[in-house]
């Protein structure tokens, strides 16, 4: 048989799915990180009538034009004098994730990784025949790097840094020094920024911090619907960058990756921009209210420590069981009726560690607590 590349040898499936491919119907799942709403009425309905008005056709790589606008002047209060010129279209945050490592990694670069990460991370990077470099996000600094972590892991093959606020899978946020820090690092080393910022408007803060609008060129910021809008099952997503000349070079890469994004599908997003504007922050009163409650229900479990994160949908707490590991534990939890994910899938420092999506309701929270409170008490011996 003739052999496959060695691109596609070298990445394996992720240990999010692992467990959810284990698990039967009847669990209440903490597992996947979508939503539990469906997409504003509005957008479903512009996407029904866009369809009918012929809107079924290719569309120009980038995008449309108009959306494009209302997405760039979505980020105004960040930065101002934005336009078209400055987003793509894509189909997905994972789209824009892998445009953007094609658009800067060349064979033998490495770019710097958070980790816990996000599972898509480093195989975008091998996909690129790039080096893919961890820095801590330990929960001892709430999940927020040190730079003096960074700065170990740079040398003169560095070509981009991953920063990921809110982050999947702890739900860390970053305050303005911080941010500042972490963009100073980048400036030093005239590092690539690529911020994946999908969880930016499901906040129980003021506002989120962006890196946008701080005046770094080299930036590339990765955003999408599938949360803003909870459409994960729509795939549609952007880049965007305070410089022009960054995104013709995505438009370029995402005509051979896709062609282009769905057309009914821009006029409907275009739709929620203004018929769905306050939708997000509906979204986030409720989860806000899960998050305390999954919180206060593990941090009063003995063993469990759980930091409030301010924003995404996960809990990532230390979970402390003698002798098992994350995968051990999460697999007693999914036997005794709850589905959710080892922090090692997310990791080696992941480990001791599980993620908890709170993308169910809080009758299920309460319940899924319970049993978890059951199995942690007898797998640790307390009762
Ligand atoms: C941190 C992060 N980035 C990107 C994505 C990709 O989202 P999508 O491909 O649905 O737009 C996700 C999805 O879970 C995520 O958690």
């Known amino acids: 048989m003739a052999g496959f590349s060695e691109r596609a040898l070298a990445i394996q499936p992720t240990g999010v799915r692992k467990m959810f491919d284990m698990a039967g119907d009847d669990v209440i799942s903490f597992g996947l990180g979508e939503p539990d709403f469906q997409p504003p ?64 990694l060349n064979p033998g670069d490495n770019i710097l990784l958070p980790e816990p990460y996000f599972p898509l991370y480093a ?31 740079v040398d003169e093959n560095t070509k981009a840094v991953l920063y990921n606020f809110p982050s999947n899978p702890t739900g860390a946020t970053l305050n303005i020094t911080q941010r500042d820090e972490l963009l100073e690092f980048a400036k030093r080393h005239d590092l690539w920024i690529i911020s994946d910022e999908v969880y930016d408007r499901i906040i129980y803060v003021d506002e989120h911090v962006s890196f946008l609008g701080t005046g770094y060129e080299n930036l590339l910021l990765v955003n999408s619907f599938s949360k803003t809008f909870a459409m994960t099952g729509w795939r549609i ?62 941090n009063a479990m003995p063993g469990v420590t759980c930091h409030v994160p301010d924003g995404a949908f996960y809990v990532f707490p230390k979970v402390e069981v003698p002798n098992l590991t994350s995968e051990d534990v999460a697999i007693e939890l999914l036997k005794g009726g709850v589905l ?40 640790r011996g307390d009762d």
Not at 123 to 148: G, I
Not at 353 to 379: C, N, P, Q, W
Request: net charge negative; charged share 20%.
């Open 123 to 153: 195989p975008d990077a091998t996909l690129c025949s790039a080096e893919a470099r961890f820095y801590p996000c330990l929960f001892e600094h709430e999940f927020v790097p040190q730079v003096s972590d960074l700065e170990s892991l």
């Open 237 to 298: 997503g952007y880049v965007l960058s305070p410089n022009p000349d960054t995104i013709t070079q995505i438009t370029k890469l995402q005509y051979y990756i896709t062609a282009c994004s769905n057309d009914a599908m821009q006029y409907a997003v275009l739709e929620a921009f203004d018929g769905a504007a306050d939708y997000p922050e509906q979204m986030a009163v409720e989860f806000q209210a899960r998050r305390d409650l999954i919180c206060e229900r593990l």
């Open 41 to 104: 009425q509005v957008a479903i309905d512009a996407m029904c009538k866009a369809m009918r008005d012929g809107h079924n056709k290719y569309t120009t790589t980038a995008g449309l034009p108009s959306l494009r606008r209302r997405i760039a002047e979505s980020w105004n209060q960040y930065e101002s004098g934005m336009d078209e010129s400055n987003v793509c279209m894509t189909m997905s945050g994972t789209n824009a994730l892998l445009a953007c490592t094609l658009a800067v």
């Open 340 to 379: 959710c994910s080892p922090g090692s899938a997310f990791g080696e420092s992941g480990e001791g560690h599980l993620r908890f999506a709170y993308t169910v309701g809080r009758e299920d929270i309460s319940r899924g607590m319970d049993k978890v409170e059951t199995v942690l008490a007898r797998l």
